[in-house]
Every structure is written in C-alpha cells, then in structure tokens.
C-alpha cells in the first residue's frame, strides 16, 4: 500500500456525461499529479499541483480540469467523456517536487 | 528525442533465472534521478528502486538492483533469481533538477514487458 488513495476504483458512464476522480496523497506530500493510461499503453502526464498550485501542464485536454485542494486532496474533472477517454488514470503523490512519485491504485474509467 | 528509452518491448526470462531490463537517459542535467516501477497486470504502479545521479554505488533493494552506468548514460534493472511474480510491465523513470518548458521535471519511458516463464 502506497498510502496514496483514489476513489473509485472503477467507474462505468456514458459519452457525454461528466465524472470526477478524487485523490488523497501520502501523508505529508505537497505534491500530486495526474496521469493517463490508455490500454496497453504508457503513462501520459496530464497536471501536476504543488501545495495547491498548479505546477505544470501535460497532455491533457480542454475538457478536463483539475484542482488541488487546502487539505491537499485533489479531484480531476473529466467532462464531455467521449470513449476514446476510457483509460486507467493514476494519482501520484510525492513529498516534494523533487522526491519519489508514489501512485495510488488507479481509477478505471470505461465510457460507453 | 526521447528522454528516456525501454529498447525491449517484451522480455522473456526463466523462473529463478536473472533479467536485465534496459533503459537509457538523455540529460544535460548534473543532478537528476533514475527511477523502476513495476506494474503488474492487475494495475497498479510499484516504486522499485531509485538511483541518484550524485551516488557512488549501484542502488540495491532486495532481489532489484540498478546498473547504473553514468557515462553510457544507462540505468538498466537487474532482478536477479525472477519468480513468476515478476511478471508485469517495467517502466524507467527520470527526474531532472531543471524543469521542461511544460513544468514538468519527470519523464517516464515507454516501458518493457516482462514474462516470467515456469
């Protein structure tokens, strides 16, 4: 167990509709990133907070927002769902910007 | 060009037997980290092992070790006696001091697949 926690483990929804992930770090980590992976694919960086300040943007689309939270939790919003988004995000969490990246267990996302 | 390179897609390996998974990095960073996770079939993203550009000796954890060879640029991973367990997808990670123009100072690589044969 990393100690980093995403809810909900899975998730079934439609084209069209609207979700949001929510994460909680390890305890005492500032910093939390979002990542995206499609089958059988790679990691695909998508936001990255810092203490509740947004750190630094990847691949991620217009219809997606996200936002880190004072107790440091934070949630990431996938609007629009087309299916092309069904993909198994991770939350990652680390002590500082420059520390190991911990990940929770994924959140599985299917669009249909 | 890639930052970080996984050459082996897919890797075939003995039960018991010893594996060398392959990565190498692209920085001109002096102080940067090299990173294993492995991820098994069932999803999730496991911290293997770290290995800091600035360290003199070849990081250890259990049955993983990291090859780290700073002029070659490499920091390959060697799991040493594997068991059907290993089994999962391997990814090579770097973070650098300096961060890119997106803000982003880590890069994961494309991965290899390992199998662990019985």
């Known amino acids: 167990d990393s100690g980093v926690t995403q809810t909900p483990k899975h998730l079934i929804t439609a084209t069209g509709q609207r979700v949001t992930l929510r994460c909680s770090p390890r305890?005492?980590?500032?910093?939390v990133y979002w990542y995206q992976q499609s089958l059988d694919q790679g990691l695909q960086f998508l936001i990255q907070y810092y203490n509740g300040e947004e750190r630094a943007k990847g691949n991620i689309l217009e219809r997606f927002s996200a936002q880190q939270f004072p107790d440091l939790h934070s949630e990431l919003n996938l609007s629009s769902l087309e299916l092309g988004d069904s993909a198994l995000y991770f939350c990652?969490?680390?002590?500082?910007?420059?520390?190991?990246?911990?990940f929770g267990p994924g959140t599985r996302l299917t669009v249909l | 060009a890639q930052k970080i390179t996984q050459t082996q897609p897919g890797m075939f390996v003995q039960e018991k037997e010893a594996v060398t998974l392959d990565c190498t990095y692209d920085?001109?960073?002096?102080?940067?980290?090299l990173f294993w996770y492995k991820q098994p079939s069932s999803g999730e993203m496991i911290f293997l092992i770290y290995q800091g550009s600035y360290d003199q000796q070849n990081a250890t954890e259990g049955r993983y070790s990291l090859n780290f060879q700073k002029a070659r640029k490499s920091a390959n991973l060697v799991i040493s006696a594997s068991q059907l367990g290993d089994s999962a997808m391997y990814f090579c990670?770097?973070?650098?001091?300096?961060?890119?123009?997106?803000?982003?100072?880590?890069?994961f690589g494309p991965g290899t697949r390992l199998s662990v044969l019985p």
């Open positions: 990652a969490s680390s002590a500082t910007l420059w520390d190991t990246q911990y």
């Open positions: 305890s005492g980590d500032l910093s």
């Open positions: 990670a770097m973070r650098e001091q300096e961060l890119n123009p997106s803000g982003q100072n880590f890069v």
């Open positions: 920085t001109s960073d002096p102080s940067y980290g």
